[in-house]
């Protein structure tokens, strides 16, 4: 095959065989009906996705802030894989939010184009880490509880967001293991590690609360969202276990009321939308 330029070459995504970024991967929506379901409010679908979408787009952020700061170069590979998992989830869901509420929005004026009081993400995604056990065990809680939460959503009447939940499984299983196996290490090695781990969790511990507190958006969504109370006693005994193996104690701290749902965030939230858009809202229409 001949082109007039290397440019074009690299930018022909035909041969699937020799592209190597991402774009010849098979597209995991194809064939999947994206009509809504009978019945189900476009609104009602759009402001779930969002939830859903928002929480992968917020925690890859943060994770991506990690490379460079890890503590191996393996850990900045698994990292950046995680958050570029996250991310991908992302895409489709707020792509789902913007199909659902029919007002003409993609996923880039979602993740570009609002303000942080129109995010619908949980706390737990938007806060930043004081050192690596902190990352770990935010990650841990994290994907130990959207695990649980994707592999309900594979069951959702709503096809789009069942084959959403269904590739999203394979992603983040990965991301409780390498969350879990971290989280050993740290909390069954040195004593200062140990401390570490055990002041991440204690630390994290306070923001799961908000995980498990159905959303009326949810509660009206039945048989297409999930029901996040649902996932507790997975996400419980799975922390069990890992703690138990890493010799650490279970969190006592009570959990805050949080609202993120609602776009109630923390302070650190604008912070985080002015790097994730200023491009964006810098250079409007812009293409690359």
């Known amino acids: 095959m001949s082109f007039d330029d290397a440019y074009q070459a690299l930018t ?45 787009l917020i925690m890859s952020h943060r994770l991506q802030q990690w490379v460079t700061r890890a503590p191996e170069l393996e850990d900045e590979m698994a990292i950046a894989n995680i958050a570029l998992d996250l991310l991908g989830q992302a895409r ?20 570009y184009r609002r303000d942080a009081a129109d995010f619908r993400h949980v706390r737990l995604a938007e806060v930043g880490d004081g050192d690596f056990g902190h990352l770990i ?17 594979a069951a959702s009447h709503d096809p789009v967001l069942a084959a959403i939940g269904a590739k999203g499984v394979k992603e983040v299983a990965y991301h409780r293991e390498y969350a879990a196996g971290w989280t050993v290490r740290l909390g069954d090695g040195t004593s200062l590690s140990h401390e570490r781990m055990q002041a991440g969790l204690d630390a994290v511990w306070p923001l799961t609360g908000e995980l498990f507190v159905p959303h009326p958006v949810e ?28 010799t650490l104690d279970g969190p006592t701290a009570e959990t805050i ?31 690359w």
Not at 17 to 22: I, L, Q, T, V
Not at 35 to 55: E, I, K, R, S, T
Not at 258 to 286: F, K, M, S, Y
């Open 92 to 111: 489709l869901l707020l792509t789902r939010a913007g199909e659902a509420e029919g007002a003409g929005r993609d996923e880039d004026d979602l993740a």
């Open 257 to 287: 009321t949080a609202h993120g749902r609602d776009g109630d965030h923390g302070v650190e939230l604008p912070g985080i939308l002015a790097e994730l858009q200023g491009l964006a809202r810098a250079t409007p229409g812009g293409v």
């Open 12 to 56: 022909d995504h035909a041969d699937d065989a020799r592209w190597a970024y991402g774009t010849g991967f098979a597209d995991p929506l194809a064939g999947v009906p994206t009509a809504l379901p009978d019945g189900v409010d476009g609104a009602d679908l759009a402001a779930y996705c969002l939830m859903l979408g928002d929480d992968a």
């Open 219 to 246: 509660q009206r969504l039945t048989g297409v969202a999930v029901d996040p109370a649902s996932a507790r006693p997975e996400f419980d005994a799975v922390l069990a276990e890992v703690l138990r193996v890493a």
């Open 137 to 153: 065990a935010r990650l841990l809680v994290f994907a130990t509880w959207r695990l649980a939460l994707l592999d309900r959503l």
